[in-house]
T-cell receptor, first 113, second 113 residues
Framework: DGGITQSPKYLFRKEGQNVTLSCEQN?????MYWYRQDPGQGLRLIYY???????QKGDIAEGYSVSREKKESFPLTVTSAQKNPTAFYLC????????????FGQGTRLTVV | GNSVTQMEGPVTLSEEAFLTINCTYTATGYPSLFWYVQYPGEGLQLLLK?????DKGSNKGFEATYRKETTSFHLEKGSVQVSDSAVYFC????????????FGKGTTLSVSS
């Protein structure tokens, strides 16, 4: 079945450590996105990519980094510079052109202790 | 710029009650509009969409009409069920190069039997 897979579902890390969240899609979509979700704040865009080896900052990119070496994969690294990393992280993908929706993974809940 | 505003929650209803969740938007150009639903601990699922003015999206008894004159896309359901309890997000695709979906803050719906 085609879809987006995020792993792991739950992640615990100590303060000051970098951590990488995985996102893989087999929908042959060109565009991929990372959103952060906090209670009462909806979804905020961290980074997005529309083509391999290229990506753009979203509204809250500080303290995060991404790479897009393959069309299928768009990992997100939460660095120690992110002041409040505990959140629910959602990856999505879409085709590039047209009036299209985005398809979402099941999310990763990151807790920093 | 582009933005989405949806009514604050939570919305609490009894089973079989009528549901309306308001959503208004600002956009340049000709956006597409979406409603997504999120169940606890999961990612977002597309509920319905409309790609041009006066289009009506519908799915699982939910409906929303793209009203350009009032810049609105209100979600309605005639008779809610307990299983409809979830968080609902209104979203906009600006359909402009180099942009991502923009989401409202979400509205929590709780339906009791």
């Amino acid at each position: 079945d085609g879809g987006i897979t995020q792993s792991p579902k739950y992640l615990f890390r100590k303060e000051g450590q970098n951590v990488t969240l995985s996102c893989e899609q087999n929908l042959n979509h060109d565009a991929m996105y990372w959103y952060r979700q906090d209670p009462g704040q909806g979804l905020r865009l961290i980074y997005y990519s529309q083509i391999v080896n290229d990506f753009q900052k979203g509204d809250i990119a500080e303290g995060y980094s991404v790479s897009r070496e393959k069309k299928e994969s768009f990992p997100l690294t939460v660095t120690s510079a992110q002041k409040n990393p505990t959140a629910f992280y959602l990856c999505a993908s879409s085709i590039l052109q047209g009036n299209t929706e985005a398809f979402f993974g099941q999310g990763t809940r990151l807790t920093v202790v | 710029g582009n933005s989405v505003t949806q009514m604050e929650g939570p919305v609490t209803l009894s089973e079989e009650a009528f549901l309306t969740i308001n959503c208004t938007y600002t956009a340049t150009g000709y956006p597409s509009l979406f409603w997504y639903v999120q169940y606890p601990g999961e990612g977002l699922q597309l509920l319905l969409k409309a790609t041009k003015a006066d289009d009506k999206g519908s799915n699982k008894g939910f409906e929303a009409t793209y009203r350009k004159e009032t810049t609105s896309f209100h979600l309605e359901k005639g008779s809610v069920q307990v299983s409809d309890s979830a968080v609902y997000f209104c979203a906009l695709n600006p359909n402009q190069a180099g942009t991502a979906l923009i989401f409202g803050k979400g509205t929590t719906l709780s339906v009791s039997s």
